[in-house]
């Protein structure tokens, strides 16, 4: 089935600092892409849609300026958290549909934990 | 009015038995309804889709949807220990974004 892959798994980083999160289609072309963010024994938040070659469309109370979105080719998105803060510590996902027989399937990636110190 | 609702739980079966998984809906417009498991600490792994009213089977799990109720529910069979995870339901519009409910936690006691 169709794959999607994030990098890093893992990543701890100083407050104050960035980090880009990557989120790649593996075997199809994915002109949406959706990041979520899951804080421990809660929901999945939806917090933005990353659109190929134009802007980001984010939820309400979700930072613009503060989770940057870039998704610059039809097979790669990109979330960068800046000037993080502990709070924003938390296991981010990015999803993709993938169009099969049956019309679309959403495949997740396999979720980046972000650590703030 | 949440997009959509699950019973939290923890829903705890023996192993064996026939686990049920509830779902409501409130937007009427929803075409596709998506079953996910995810493990503490993983990331949502796909288990089934549903489109049309009625049932639909996959090994030990059937997903049923009443659209005129806004209802999809999610049947294990034989449920194993392995099974014991949190449960997400979301309903989508064509493969846009998916909202989630908060998830039913399950856990399948040997």
């Known amino acids: 089935g169709a794959v999607v892959s994030q990098h890093p798994s893992r990543v701890i980083c100083k407050s104050g600092t960035s980090v880009k999160i990557e989120c790649r289609s593996l075997?199809?072309?994915?002109?949406?892409m959706f990041w979520y963010r899951q804080f421990p024994k809660q929901s999945l938040m939806l917090m933005a849609t990353?659109?190929?070659?134009?802007?980001?469309?984010?939820e309400q109370g979700v930072e613009k300026d503060k989770f940057l979105i870039n998704h610059a080719s039809l097979t790669l998105s990109t979330l960068t958290v800046t000037s993080a803060h502990p709070e924003d510590s938390s296991f981010y996902i990015c999803?993709?549909?993938?169009?099969?027989?049956?019309?679309?399937?959403?495949?997740f990636g396999e979720g980046s934990w972000l650590t703030v110190v | 009015q949440k997009e959509v609702e699950q019973n939290s739980g923890p829903l705890s079966v023996p192993e064996g038995a026939i686990a049920s998984l509830n779902c409501t809906y409130s937007?009427?417009?929803?075409?596709?309804f998506f079953w996910y498991r995810q493990y503490s600490g993983k990331s949502p792994e796909l288990i089934m889709f549903i489109y049309s009213n009625g049932d639909k089977e996959d090994g030990r799990f059937t997903a049923q949807l009443n659209k005129a109720s806004q209802y999809v529910s999610l049947l294990i069979r034989d449920s194993q220990p392995s099974d014991s995870a949190t449960y997400l339901c979301a309903p989508t519009k064509g493969g846009s974004n998916l909202f989630f409910g908060t998830g039913t936690r399950l856990t399948v006691i040997p």
């Open positions: 937007d009427r417009g929803s075409q596709s």
């Open positions: 075997d199809f072309q994915a002109t949406t």
């Open positions: 999803s993709a549909p993938a169009t099969g027989h049956s019309g679309n399937t959403i495949y």
């Open positions: 990353s659109n190929e070659g134009s802007k980001a469309t984010y």
